[in-house]
């Protein structure tokens, strides 16, 4: 069964960084693409972050690249999104998703795996 655990979430000072962490289980890692996507308040999911387990290769967002970081933890089965000089734009809902197969994907509905979400919210 595969289950995916979303942590790290919080309340932080714009300018600030947060951890998100993805705990993965019942994945077959070496063929699954891992991604982060948000939810603004009254907006719609947004795509974030991916990496693809076996590779390491990720790929961003525009309105997050060169601040948010996305890494695996071979040894925790876990994957990391390090956001660092956080805006209140960054605030909503993050979410954890897989996909099965290593092609890159920027659409939700194309994730087969669901976390439930954790909350990041930055004060202005």
């Known amino acids: 069964q595969v289950q995916l655990v979303e942590s790290g979430g919080g309340l932080v000072q714009a300018g600030g960084s947060l951890t998100l962490s993805c705990a993965t289980s019942g994945l077959t890692f070496s063929s699954y693409l891992i991604g982060w996507f948000r939810q603004p308040p009254g907006k719609e999911r947004e795509f974030v972050a991916s990496?693809?387990?076996?590779?390491?290769?990720?790929r961003y967002a525009d309105s997050v690249k060169g601040r948010f970081s996305i890494s695996r933890d071979n040894a925790k089965n876990t994957v990391i999104l390090q956001m660092n000089s956080l805006k209140p734009e960054d605030t909503g809902v993050y979410y954890c998703?897989?996909?099965?197969?290593?092609?890159?994907?920027?659409?939700?509905?194309?994730?087969?795996?669901w976390g439930q979400g954790t909350q990041v919210t930055v004060s202005s």
């Open positions: 990496i693809i387990w076996g590779t390491g290769n990720s």
């Open positions: 998703a897989a996909r099965r197969g290593v092609l890159f994907s920027t659409t939700g509905e194309r994730y087969d795996y």
